[in-house]
């Protein structure tokens, strides 16, 4: 880090008032904390991070300077040497107005050599996590996951206490047989039954008889919850934005169940539910309008089954349920269990690789079928790809995906990109739909509601896995004059061309939906309420609600509805309490 680069830093860090995930710093006057390997581990078991000493939070991040700081230099890489593994990290001592900085890019340890912890404390006393602006003791779960990581895992392949042969479905079984005789005739041609669902670990033999594996339970049980009762899934839809608010008629929430069986019916059934809640929208399929649920079928299939069959079954985690939670703006399902192997959050999508703690399970589950003509999943490491694709396809914004270690969450916001007034907007600058791709149109959709973009924003955005392609789409849209290009190669931001025109005083080619984008026309009252209490400085949700007399709640739906029309931008993550909103 350079002197220009902390000077950066320091000013985001006096903007937001405090530190972050990445970002810590400590006055450090006295010598080195006691408190650092904390900071050190907890960076190491996230995303990384940067670690500052000399610089005194608690008086708007002056620079107050080490004292000596060869001696905490050596002190800290002392400490990085003392966790388990040992972190590498780059220490510098960096000299800002005659004053020694000392500076700490703690790099994030490899997903399968976690949790780093202090080694004379050993993993569950000694591990960190990074957590906004603070570090947190791993729980005993999540470490026990964090350990598991590190070793292939059998928990589908193990026995279940009890079940015998007559748990299984027979004609669920039968249709897994033929499937299996159809496509691996040559392996499986001259074997019994038995033998078959032997080899393919449906079952085991012990003593003599013929026990169900987890696995096979779950795949093809008359009822798997009778062993295991809390291998289902609950499904809560709530009246409001968020968890605990109350309906117009005082309700808590719509519908509040649980869904058990062998995992091809409780994925069916789940969807079946999910539908009773949902409502049916019009959505734009090249020049044509179709009907679509709110989350398409394909969407909601595949997240469902990636939370069953990718969730942790080690007898940790044998009390949790998968969980999916409806709301009026999002979709979320979570299991327990976060990601397993070296596969990282920010690859999903982007890459074929795939990474199971249960692979007994896939690979039955890979030749069970739904009874739709679909099997239940492909094991080809595509899904997560294919989902951004279809939500692309219909006009919705990418899903949001969270690991958390003890547990994984896919969210889905319920916000069409590409509506009717959209589509018009694309036809009155000269990009209709038969001028442009289907991505192209959700990115320009997204640049004109406050976003800019780069090639892997470009991708996140519109679930194009090839860079190369991203790069050429992007080009085309500068090549034909609706999106200006900032910088080069890796480092190129793209912004609809009246961004950059306004900067230049010429209002330039949208001159024709500039004013109509800002017209507040068509809102309920609440709505219009709200939008009079955006500026073009940013303001948290908290902020609007005070200014405008109004409960959170009321001001986080009239704000969805306003990003909806292209009147407000949100910045940070949806529902932070730090999330801050500007007009447009």
């Known amino acids: 880090m350079n002197a220009s680069e902390f000077e950066r830093v320091l000013a985001e860090l006096r903007r937001i008032g405090s530190d972050h995930a990445t970002c810590e710093v400590k006055k450090a006057q006295g010598g080195l904390p006691v408190t650092t390997w904390e900071t050190v581990s907890a960076f190491a078991n996230a995303q990384g991070g940067t670690l500052i000493l000399g610089v005194d939070e608690k008086h708007a991040f002056a620079v107050v300077g080490i004292h000596d700081p060869g001696a905490v230099e050596s002190q800290l890489g002392s400490v990085c040497s003392d966790m388990e593994p040992a972190v590498r990290a780059d220490i510098q001592t960096l000299v800002v107005d005659g004053k020694a900085v000392v500076i700490a890019e703690i790099p994030p340890i490899p997903r399968d050599q976690r949790p780093c912890h202090k080694r004379s404390l050993g993993p569950y006393a000694g591990s960190k996590l990074r957590v906004a602006d603070g570090d947190r003791r791993l729980s005993d779960y999540e470490v026990s996951v964090l350990l598991a990581n590190r070793s292939e895992q059998r928990h589908d392949l193990q026995t279940v206490d009890g079940a015998t042969l007559a748990d299984l479905d027979v004609k669920a079984l039968d249709g897994f047989l033929d499937r299996i005789r159809d496509t691996k005739g040559r392996v499986f041609a001259n074997l019994s039954t038995e033998e078959t669902l032997v080899m393919l670990n449906v079952v085991v033999r012990q003593d003599g008889e013929l026990i169900p594996t987890l696995a096979g339970l779950l795949a093809f049980g008359v009822y798997p919850q009778r062993f295991e009762p809390q291998l289902d899934i609950t499904i809560v839809a709530y009246p409001t934005t968020e968890a ?173 990109i590409l509506d009717q007034e959209t589509i018009d907007w694309l036809g009155s600058i000269g990009a209709g739909a038969g001028a442009l791709t289907r991505t192209q149109m959700t990115a320009l959709a997204m640049m004109r509601n406050g976003a800019t973009m780069t090639n892997s924003g470009f991708r996140a955005a519109t679930g194009v896995q090839d860079s190369r392609v991203a790069q050429r789409e992007l080009k085309e849209l500068v090549d034909d004059g609706l999106i200006v290009q900032d910088g080069v190669r890796g480092g190129a931001v793209y912004r609809l061309r009246r961004e950059a025109d306004a900067r230049a005083g010429d209002a330039g080619l949208f001159d024709a939906v500039s004013a109509g984008e800002t017209e507040s026309e068509g809102l309920t009252a609440l709505q219009q309420q709200v939008y009079e209490t955006l500026t073009s400085e940013e303001k948290t949700s908290a902020a609007i609600a005070s200014e405008a007399g109004l409960e959170r709640q009321q001001v986080l739906g009239a704000l969805a509805a306003l990003r909806g029309k292209g009147l407000a931008v949100m910045s940070g993550k949806p529902r932070s309490k730090n999330a801050a909103w500007r007009r447009n």
């Open 244 to 416: 605990g608010g109350v309906g117009g008629l005082g309700e808590r929430f719509t519908e509040n169940r649980s869904v058990g069986g062998p995992i091809p019916l409780m994925v069916s059934e789940c969807i079946r539910v999910l539908k009773r809640n949902m409502r049916r929208r019009s959505i734009i399929s090249g020049l044509f309008r179709q009907d679509e649920w709110e989350y398409p079928e394909e969407v909601l299939r595949e997240v469902l089954v990636n939370a069953l069959v990718h969730r942790d079954y080690s007898e940790f985690a044998k009390g949790m349920q998968v969980q999916v939670e409806i709301y009026p703006d999002r979709l979320v399902v979570r299991n327990p269990g976060g990601l397993y192997g070296p596969v990282e959050i920010t690859a999903l999508g982007d890459t074929t690789i795939s990474s199971s703690r249960n692979r007994v399970l896939l690979k039955i589950l890979e030749d069970t079928p739904m009874g739709d003509g679909h099997m239940v999943c492909e094991n080809r490491g595509t899904g997560i790809a294919r989902m951004r694709r279809v939500m692309v396809e219909a006009g919705m914004e990418q899903p949001r995906f969270t690991d958390a270690i003890a547990t994984f969450q896919a969210e889905f916001p319920n916000h069409t």
